[in-house]
C-alpha cells in the first residue's frame, strides 16, 4: 500500500534554531516522487521541492535542506535557524503509478510548525 | 506565477442546499484538482479531470459531483449538502507532461482553499 507517514503533528521552536520535519513513506514501486508543500496561514500550499526516486542527492537551497534515504523510506526536510515566516503546516507527499496504471498522490497528515520569536 | 482562484474564501450553508464551489487557473494546465482538507487527515482527494469534459473519482467521491466545461474551469458541486461535508476545500492544478499518466511528478498549484461550513 502506498502511505506517507508524518509522525510529528506539531513542533514549536524558538527562533533560530534548526528544526527537522519526518517523513516516512511506503510504496512498491521503483518510480515515484517526493513532495514538500508549505500552508502558510493564508492557506495556500506552495510547493517546496520534489524529488525522483533515482535521485538520492541531498538537497540545499538557502536555508531549507532535504535528505532523501531510500533505504530507510524517508525524505526529511530540514529548517537552518528558523524564522517566524516559517510558521506553517507542512506536508510530504508521494507520487507514484497505481496498478491500473492511473497516479496518485498521497499526502501525509502534516507537521505544524510554529515557530516563537 | 500560476495563479488559481477560488470563488469564495468562506460559505456557509444548509444542510441540504446545492453548493457550487468554483475554481479557476489561469496557467493552461490540463490537469485540475479537488481536495478536502481536515485536521489530523491531510488531504484527500475528491475528483481530478485531465481534460476538458474529463472527470475521475478520487478516494472520497460521495456527496460530490464536478464539473469542466472549460479549461480553465473546475467546479465542485455537493448535491445535498451534510454537515459532515464542513471541512477546507482546495482546488488545485498541474500541467500534462507528455500523457496524462506521466503527470505524477508535475508539481501541484493551490487555492487558497474555501472554508466551507454546513449547518
Known amino acids: 500500500a502506498q502511505k506517507v507517514t508524518q509522525a510529528q503533528t506539531e513542533i514549536s521552536v524558538v527562533e533560530k534554531e534548526d528544526v527537522t520535519l519526518d517523513c516516512v513513506y511506503e510504496t512498491r514501486d521503483t518510480t515515484y516522487y517526493l513532495f514538500w508543500y508549505k500552508q502558510p496561514p493564508s492557506g495556500e500550499l506552495v510547493f517546496l521541492i520534489r524529488r525522483n526516486s533515482f535521485d538520492e542527492q541531498n538537497e540545499i537551497s538557502g536555508r531549507y535542506s532535504w535528505n532523501f534515504q531510500k533505504s530507510t523510506s524517508s525524505f526529511n526536510f530540514t529548517i537552518t535557524a528558523s524564522q517566524v515566516v516559517d510558521s506553517a503546516v507542512y506536508f510530504c507527499a508521494l507520487s507514484a503509478i497505481m496498478m491500473d496504471s492511473s497516479y496518485k498522490l498521497i499526502f501525509g497528515s502534516g507537521t505544524r510548525l510554529l515557530v516563537r520569536p | 506565477d500560476v495563479k488559481v482562484t477560488q470563488s469564495s474564501r468562506y460559505l456557509v450553508k444548509r444542510t441540504g442546499e446545492k453548493v457550487f464551489l468554483e475554481c479557476v487557473q489561469d496557467m493552461d494546465h490540463e490537469n485540475m484538482f479537488w481536495y478536502r482538507q481536515d485536521p489530523g487527515l491531510g488531504l484527500r482527494l475528491i475528483y481530478f479531470?485531465?481534460?476538458?469534459?474529463?472527470?475521475e473519482k478520487g478516494d472520497i467521491p460521495e456527496g460530490y459531483s464536478v464539473s469542466r466545461e472549460k479549461k480553465e474551469r473546475f467546479s465542485l458541486i455537493l448535491e445535498s449538502a451534510s454537515t459532515n461535508q464542513t471541512s477546507m476545500y482546495l482546488c488545485a492544478s498541474s500541467y500534462k507532461t507528455g500523457t496524462s499518466l506521466s503527470s505524477y511528478n508535475s508539481p501541484l498549484h493551490f487555492g487558497n482553499g474555501t472554508r466551507l461550513t454546513v449547518t
Open positions: 479531470s485531465y481534460d476538458v469534459k474529463m472527470k
